[in-house]
C-alpha cells in the first residue's frame, strides 16, 4: 500500500512537472527587443550575433557585447539596467535559446548566410520585428523544411550533407 | 562531382594500427572493455585483419586495415527499410544514426563486416567525455553505425572552401586514419579526377579490391605486396 | 489532467523514462552515458568555445615524436602529428594518438596523499599540496641533517629529459649519489652496450632504413616495437616504395612470425636464441666467399685478421674465429635453418647495396644477450654497411643543454656524493655500467653499503618488471620512507608513504633530445596543452621546490622552480651554440642544409626572442645537417677503429681480479677451441643454457613484447588493450600462440584456457592456435598482467615475466628475461 502510495505521488509530481514544461512558455531573462535593434536603430543582426556571416556558428552575445553600448543607460527601461546588473556580478545573462538543430546535424551558418544568401527569416520568421521576446520559437525548423528549401534551390539533399 | 576514394598500399603498410586507434579518438567509438570483446561486440569502424595463409613453414599473413569499402553498389542500402543508410551524390555511404531502427539488416548484408550495432549503452568513464569530438555525435545503444570516411570533416572542409569562394583542395579533405598513417600508406582523393593521386594508384596493376566478383564496386582500393 | 494531449503524454513517457535514467546515473556516478553526452553537447552552444592546435611533444615512448593537440575550450580532443616535426613529419602512432586516454584516464592519482593503514593496504587520506610538501620537505631534510644524504635512493624511468635533469641536480646538490635509472630493469639499452664494444659510441647508432635495398632483421620486431615508431614507419615507407626502381627486401628471421615477419618478403624460422651462431654462419659464408668489404676490412677495422699485441701474443682475427668456430653444418644444427637458406641470406647480403642488419634492440624481452647482438652487428661491418646512407649512421651530437650554471655542493652533500652507490654501479665489476638496479634488491636488504633511509620513486615501477618482484618488495617494505611521484597507482606506489602526483605530459613543460633516422639531433620542447585536469603538480617543479626548502646550497641550485625558465634558459644554451635551426618546412631545411654544408653559417635567428619563440611554437630545434665522415666520433674505440676484437672488453676483462674473472668466462664462453679470453673479446654465439628437465618441460617458450603496449610506462588505455593480438584475435587476456601440430599433440584446442608451466612459476592463458609458430616453441606475450593502475589494465592477463629464465648481461649486469622450457597443462574449468 505505502508503496503504491509512493508510486502515485512520484507519477504524480512527473507528470506536473512535465506537463508544466511542455506547456509552459519560455521566460527570457530579459524583455529584449529585437524590433528597436533591428528596425528602428536598424542595426545588422551580426553586430550581436556575431558569427552568424563568418562562422558556423551565429551565437548568441554574451554580456560583454550588450555592455558595450549598454555600459550608461540609453533609456529608461528597468530591463536595461538587469544587463548592467548581470555584468557588475560577473554573470552571463542566462537567454534561452530558441532556436537548434539536433546535435546530429550539421548546420553552418556562413554557408547559408554568406555563400548562398538567404535571409535570416527563411528560417527565423519574423524573429526580428518582435518587440518582446517570443515564448516559442516564431517558426519551427523541420527537416521537411530544409529539404523543401534545398529541393528548390537545388542544393544537396544528401544525408550525409547534414547528417553527422 | 567528386567521388571520394580510399587507396591503400599494402605494401607501404606496417600494419602499427595508428589508423585504428585515430578512427576510435576521431569518431567517438565508445570505449571496449573486457566484456563486450568476449562477445565479439566491441565497436572498430576500422580494423586490422589478419589473413593467414598457407602452413607452417610457409606461413603467410596479410595484414589489411579494412574500413568501410564505400561500394559504389551497396548491398546494405538495399535492405534497410527506413532508408537510414544511403549513398550520397560523392560516393560516401553514410549511415544516419538518428534514422536508423536497429533491425541490422544491414549488418548481415554488408559482405565486408563493416557495419557494427550498439549492444549496449555507449558509456565513458567520468571524465573520459572531455575526450569527444566535438564535431561528432554520440551514438546511443540499439544503432548501428559504421565508418563514414569521416564525412564531417567534408562538412567543415566544404563550408571553409566555400565561405573563402574557392575550390575544394586535395588537402582539404582526408579522414583521420589517413591523416596520422605514420607509412603514408593510406591515400584519399577523388576518384573521378583521372590526375588525382588515387586515381593514378587505382590504375596501378598491382591494384586489387576485396571480393570484386560480389560486384559491389568498393571504392577502397587496395595495392598488394610485392614488386 | 483532462486537458492532457497526446503529444503531452507522450512528453510524459519520454520525460518519465529520461527521469528513470537520470535516476540510474545516479546509482553509477562514475559513468556518463552516451545519450546525456549528447544533449550536453547540443545544448553547450550558445557560444561554442574557442577552439587552437597546440604543439607539443608525445610523451608515451622516448620516440620524441613532435604533436599537434586540438583543444576546444578547456578540453583536449585530439592529438596528430606536428607536420613541421622532423622526426614524425606529421604523423603519430597508435600510442600517440591514444594519449588522450593518458590524460583523461580516471584511475589517475588525483591529488597528494598520505599512507593511513598499513603500508600497501590501499587506505590514504587525501591531503593538501602544502602538507605533502612540508611532509616530505621534513624527511628530506631530517636525513641530511644527520649527515646521511646518501642514504637518499631515486629511482627513475622518467622519458621525460627536463625531469631527468632536474632529478640529477637536485641529488647532487642534496648530496646523494644514488639516482638509479630503472625504465624497465630488462636490458632497456639494448643494442647499445654491443654496438659500443665495437664502435665505441655511447650515444648508439640509428638505422637508414627508407635509403637502404635490403634490410636483415634477426628477431628484431622493428615494425612493432621500434626505437621511434613513426620514423621507422615512414622509413618503411619509403623503404619499400620511395626510392626510384628499387624495392627494399626484408628477410625477416626469428622463431615466430611477427608482424614485422609478416610484413617481410621472406620469413626465415630459427630456434630460439641461436640469432648469433646464425649471423656468425653467415659472416663465415660472406668470408669464405670473399664477399665482404675488403677496403673497409683494411682500413676501418681492427681485429679482423690474426694480430699481435704489445707483448707478442698472437691473438686470432675474426676471420679465423669464423672458419674455425662456424662452419656451416654446426650453424645448420645450431639454429634450424636450412643451409641453402643461409647461402642465400649471405648472398643477398653481397648483392644487394646499400644493406642493413638489425638485430633485437627495442625491448629487453628477446634472446640476444650482447654477444648475439655484437655477432649481428658484425655482418654491418663486414658488408661495409657501417656510416654509409642506408646502412648504420652513428648519431650525432646533441648541443648542450644545460639549464643552469653549475653549482659547488655544500661539504654535507660532498660527503654524501664521495660515497658508493648501492648498486655498486661504476665499481669493480659492475666499472662499464652506469646504473644497476637489478641489483638494489639484495643491496637494500643486506644494508650494503650502508642502509637506506629513504626510497623516491620517480617514474619506475620495479614491482611490475623487475626480475624478482617478492624480493624487491621484502626490500622496500622495511625502508624507512618511501616517496612516489607516480601518477598512476601502480604497483609499486602502492607501497609508498606519500604520493606527489605527476602531471602527464599533456599538463606540463617537458624537453626531450632524441635523433632521427639520419643521426641528425632533434631537440623537442612540449608545452603544457591544457591546465592539470587534476591536483597533480609536474613533479620536476616539485623537486625544484622541495629543493628550495633546504639549506642554502641545496636551495642555491635551483634559483627557479618553473619548468618553464628552465626551458627558456636551456634554449639560451643552444642558442648561443649557433647550430641548427628551428624546425620548419622540408624546403626551407633543405636550403639550410645546402648553406652549411658550402660552409656558410646559418644565422636563421639573431636574436633569441625570436629563436624561443620560433622553437616554441613550431615544436622545437634541429641540426639538419649531418657529418657523415667524421670517423672520430663514429669510431671512437681504443684503436680508433671498428672493433672485431673489443679492447674495452679486453681491458675489462683484464682488471677482473681472476676470480671474478674466472666466473666471467665461465659464465660468457661456451665451448671454443680458442682462448677463453680472446672469445669473450670478440663476437660469439650465446644461446642461453635451458634450465629445466626436458622430458618434462617439452617445450620452449620463447616471450615477446606486445607491440601495441611496448614502450608505455602506463597500460590502463582501452583503446590500445583492445588491439593488444589482433593477429590471433585476442585481446583483453593473455594468449599462448601454438603450433597447430604442438596443439595437436598437447590435445588442446582454439580458446582453451592452459596453464603454461616453467621452472619459475605458472600462468593462465588462452590457447591461440598459430601457424607462424615452430613446432614445440609457444609463443607468450609480454606487457600484460598488472596488479594495479586502473580499470582497463589492473588483473587483465598475466605477467609472463615472473615465469620466465633471466639471465644478467655481461658488463653491464642488466637483468635479460631468456626463453626457457615450459610445458602445457590444461586448465578445468
Known amino acids: 500500500m505505502r508503496q503504491n502510495l509512493f508510486k502515485t505521488i512520484f507519477f504524480t509530481l512527473v507528470c506536473i512537472f512535465f506537463i508544466g514544461e511542455g506547456a509552459g512558455a519560455t521566460e527570457q531573462p530579459i524583455q529584449y527587443n529585437h524590433y528597436k535593434h533591428t528596425q528602428e536603430l536598424e542595426l545588422e543582426c551580426s553586430m550581436c550575433h556575431q558569427g552568424v556571416k563568418d562562422k558556423v556558428r551565429a551565437t548568441i552575445p554574451s554580456v560583454e557585447v550588450c555592455i558595450e553600448c549598454h555600459s550608461e543607460p540609453v533609456t529608461d527601461s528597468p530591463e536595461e539596467e538587469k544587463i548592467r546588473e548581470f555584468y557588475s556580478k560577473g554573470e552571463e545573462i542566462p537567454w534561452q535559446r530558441l532556436f537548434r538543430v539536433p546535435e546530429h546535424v550539421f548546420f553552418s551558418h556562413r554557408r547559408h548566410v554568406t555563400v548562398a544568401g538567404i535571409e535570416c527569416e527563411n528560417c527565423h520568421g519574423d524573429m526580428a520585428k518582435r518587440t518582446k521576446p517570443p515564448s516559442k520559437a516564431p517558426m519551427k525548423i523541420s527537416m521537411n523544411k530544409c529539404l523543401a528549401c534545398h529541393r528548390k534551390l537545388q542544393a544537396k539533399t544528401d544525408c550525409v550533407s547534414c547528417h553527422r | 562531382m567528386a567521388k571520394w576514394g580510399m587507396v591503400i598500399d599494402l605494401d607501404k603498410c606496417s600494419a602499427c594500427q595508428a589508423c585504428v586507434v585515430a578512427c576510435q579518438a576521431e569518431n567517438n567509438i565508445p570505449n571496449s572493455n573486457p566484456e563486450s570483446a568476449a562477445k565479439g561486440r566491441n565497436i572498430h ?21 579494412r574500413p568501410c569499402m564505400h561500394c559504389e553498389h551497396p548491398p546494405c542500402i538495399k535492405v534497410c527499410p527506413v532508408g537510414a543508410t544511403q549513398i550520397s551524390s560523392e560516393g560516401i555511404v553514410g549511415q544516419i544514426n538518428a534514422r536508423c531502427i536497429g533491425c541490422r539488416y544491414c549488418t548481415a548484408a554488408c559482405p565486408y563486416t563493416v557495419k557494427s550495432f550498439n549492444w549496449f549503452k555507449p558509456q565513458w568513464a567520468k571524465g573520459m567525455e572531455r575526450a569527444l569530438n566535438p564535431d561528432v555525435t554520440v551514438r546511443y545503444n540499439g544503432v548501428v553505425e559504421k565508418c563514414t570516411f569521416c564525412h564531417h570533416r567534408l562538412q567543415k572542409a566544404k563550408d571553409k572552401a566555400r565561405y573563402e569562394g574557392r575550390e575544394l583542395g586535395p588537402d582539404d579533405y582526408i579522414p583521420a586514419c589517413v591523416q596520422t598513417c605514420p607509412s603514408e600508406a593510406m591515400y584519399f582523393g577523388d576518384l573521378d579526377n583521372p590526375k588525382s593521386k588515387v586515381a593514378i594508384l587505382a590504375r596501378s596493376r598491382r591494384a586489387f579490391q576485396l571480393l570484386e566478383d560480389l560486384g559491389t564496386h568498393p571504392k577502397v582500393i587496395y595495392l598488394n605486396e610485392g614488386v | 489532467m483532462s486537458n492532457i494531449r497526446r503529444r503531452d503524454f507522450l512528453k510524459i513517457l519520454t520525460g518519465a523514462s529520461s527521469f528513470g535514467l537520470a535516476y540510474s546515473y545516479g546509482l553509477f556516478p562514475n559513468i556518463v552515458e552516451g545519450k546525456t553526452l549528447a544533449k550536453q553537447m547540443a545544448d553547450a552552444s550558445l557560444r561554442p568555445p574557442e577552439e587552437k592546435w597546440v604543439s607539443s611533444l608525445c610523451q608515451q615512448c622516448s620516440g620524441g615524436c613532435g604533436i599537434l593537440v586540438r583543444v576546444y575550450g578547456d578540453r583536449a580532443v585530439k592529438i596528430d602529428g606536428n607536420p613541421l616535426h622532423p622526426i614524425n613529419r606529421g604523423k603519430v602512432c597508435a600510442r600517440g594518438q591514444s594519449g588522450l586516454q593518458y590524460l583523461y584516464d580516471p584511475d589517475r592519482i588525483k591529488g597528494p596523499m598520505l599512507r593511513v593503514g598499513e603500508r600497501g593496504s590501499g587506505n590514504w587520506k587525501q591531503i593538501s599540496w602544502d602538507e605533502a610538501l612540508v611532509s616530505a620537505g621534513e624527511k628530506l631534510k631530517e636525513l641530511r641533517k644527520q649527515g646521511k644524504p646518501n642514504s637518499v635512493v631515486m629511482l627513475t624511468g622518467s622519458q621525460d629529459k627536463l625531469a631527468q635533469d632536474v632529478s640529477e641536480r637536485f641529488m647532487a646538490a642534496y648530496g646523494s649519489p644514488n639516482l638509479v635509472h630503472c625504465g624497465s630493469d630488462h636490458a632497456a639499452t639494448g643494442m647499445v652496450p654491443a654496438i659500443n664494444m665495437m664502435q665505441g ?11 637502404s635495398s635490403l634490410i636483415v632483421s634477426f628477431n628484431s620486431a622493428f615494425l612493432e616495437t621500434p626505437w621511434s615508431p613513426v620514423q621507422t614507419f615512414q622509413a618503411f615507407g619509403k623503404f619499400r616504395r620511395g626510392q626510384d626502381d628499387v624495392r627494399g627486401k626484408l628477410i625477416q628471421i626469428e622463431p615466430r612470425l611477427s608482424v614485422t615477419g609478416a610484413k617481410a618478403d621472406t620469413w626465415v624460422p630459427i630456434r630460439p636464441g641461436t640469432e648469433g651462431v646464425l ?7 660472406l668470408v669464405l666467399e670473399r664477399n665482404y668489404d675488403e677496403d673497409f676490412m683494411a682500413n676501418r677495422t681492427f681485429g679482423f685478421e690474426d694480430w699481435t699485441d704489445k707483448k707478442g701474443v698472437l691473438h686470432p682475427g675474426f676471420k679465423t674465429m669464423l672458419i674455425q668456430e662456424y662452419p656451416i653444418s654446426r650453424v645448420v644444427r645450431e639454429t634450424g635453418v636450412p643451409r641453402d637458406t643461409i647461402i642465400s641470406i649471405s648472398r643477398d647480403l653481397a648483392r644487394h647495396q646499400p644493406a642493413l642488419v638489425i638485430g633485437n634492440d627495442a625491448d629487453g624481452v628477446g634472446n640476444q644477450g650482447i654477444y648475439n647482438r655484437m655477432a649481428i652487428h658484425a655482418l654491418n661491418a663486414l658488408i661495409g654497411s657501417i656510416q654509409k646512407t642506408g646502412g648504420v649512421l652513428s648519431r650525432a651530437r646533441t648541443p648542450d643543454l644545460s639549464f643552469l650554471a653549475p653549482f659547488k655542493p655544500d661539504a654535507v652533500a660532498a660527503a654524501g656524493l664521495s660515497r658508493p652507490r648501492v648498486d655498486g654501479a661504476g665499481k669493480d665489476v659492475y666499472s662499464l655500467a652506469r646504473n ?11 644494508k650494503q653499503p650502508y642502509p637506506v633511509e629513504a626510497l623516491l620513486l620517480n617514474g619506475a615501477n620495479p614491482l611490475f618488471n623487475s626480475h624478482d618482484p617478492e624480493q624487491f618488495l621484502l626490500a622496500i617494505k622495511r625502508l624507512p620512507t618511501i616517496i612516489s611521484f607516480s601518477s598512476f597507482m601502480d604497483e609499486t606506489t602502492q607501497y609508498a608513504d606519500l604520493i606527489l602526483p605527476d602531471s602527464t605530459y599533456l599538463e606540463k613543460w617537458q624537453l626531450s633530445s632524441a635523433h632521427t633516422l639520419k643521426g641528425n639531433p632533434v631537440v623537442s620542447i612540449g608545452q603544457p596543452v591544457i591546465d592539470p585536469v587534476y591536483d597533480t603538480r609536474d613533479s620536476a617543479e616539485v623537486l625544484m621546490s622541495l629543493a628550495q626548502t633546504m639549506d642554502k646550497s641545496v636551495a642555491g641550485a635551483f634559483p627557479t622552480a618553473k619548468s618553464q625558465d628552465l626551458i627558456k634558459s636551456s634554449m639560451k644554451t643552444l642558442h648561443k651554440a649557433g647550430k641548427g635551426t628551428s624546425f620548419g618546412a622540408p624546403l626551407e631545411e633543405l636550403w639550410t642544409k645546402l648553406l652549411e654544408r658550402s660552409g656558410w653559417k646559418v644565422r636563421s635567428h639573431e636574436q633569441f626572442e625570436k629563436f624561443l619563440m620560433d622553437v616554441q611554437g613550431q615544436g622545437g630545434w634541429w641540426d639538419p645537417v649531418y657529418y657523415q665522415w667524421e670517423w672520430k666520433r663514429v669510431l671512437g674505440t681504443p684503436s680508433g677503429k671498428f672493433e ?19 666466473v666471467f668466462l665461465e659464465k660468457t664462453t661456451e665451448m671454443t677451441h680458442l682462448d677463453k679470453t680472446d672469445t669473450a673479446c670478440m663476437p660469439h654465439g650465446d644461446p642461453g643454457v635451458l634450465k629445466g628437465n626436458e622430458s618434462v618441460y617439452n617445450l620452449e617458450l620463447n616471450p615477446y613484447s606486445i607491440p601495441i603496449l611496448s614502450g608505455l610506462s602506463h597500460t590502463n588505455q582501452a583503446w590500445l588493450q583492445d588491439i593488444t593480438g589482433f593477429h590471433v584475435y585476442q585481446n583483453w587476456h593473455t594468449w599462448v600462440e601454438i603450433n597447430p601440430e604442438t596443439a595437436h599433440k598437447a590435445g588442446v584446442h582454439n580458446g582453451d584456457k592452459v596453464w603454461v608451466e616453467s621452472l619459475q612459476g605458472k600462468i593462465v592463458a588462452k590457447v591461440r592456435i598459430y601457424d607462424g609458430v615452430m613446432p614445440d616453441v609457444i609463443n607468450l606475450p609480454v606487457g600484460l598482467g598488472h596488479k594495479t593502475g586502473g580499470r582497463w589494465t589492473e588483473g587483465i592477463g598475466e605477467n609472463v615475466l615472473q615465469i620466465l629464465q633471466y639471465k644478467k648481461e655481461p658488463f653491464t649486469g642488466e637483468i635479460r628475461f631468456t626463453r626457457c622450457r615450459a610445458r602445457l597443462i590444461k586448465a578445468t574449468a
Open chain 3, 279 to 285: 649471423a656468425l654462419g653467415i659472416a663465415s659464408m
Open chain 2, 45 to 65: 569502424w576500422l580494423e586490422m585483419i589478419p589473413f593467414i595463409e598457407e602452413e607452417y613453414p610457409n606461413t603467410q599473413m596479410k595484414l589489411v586495415p
Open chain 3, 644 to 662: 672485431f676484437y673489443s679492447l674495452a672488453a679486453s681491458k675489462y676483462i683484464r682488471s677482473l681480479k681472476s676470480m671474478e674473472k674466472d
Open chain 3, 201 to 211: 659510441w655511447e650515444a648508439g647508432v640509428v638505422y637508414d632504413i627508407e635509403a
Open chain 3, 436 to 446: 644497476v638496479p637489478a641489483r638494489l634488491a639484495e643491496r637494500i636488504q643486506k
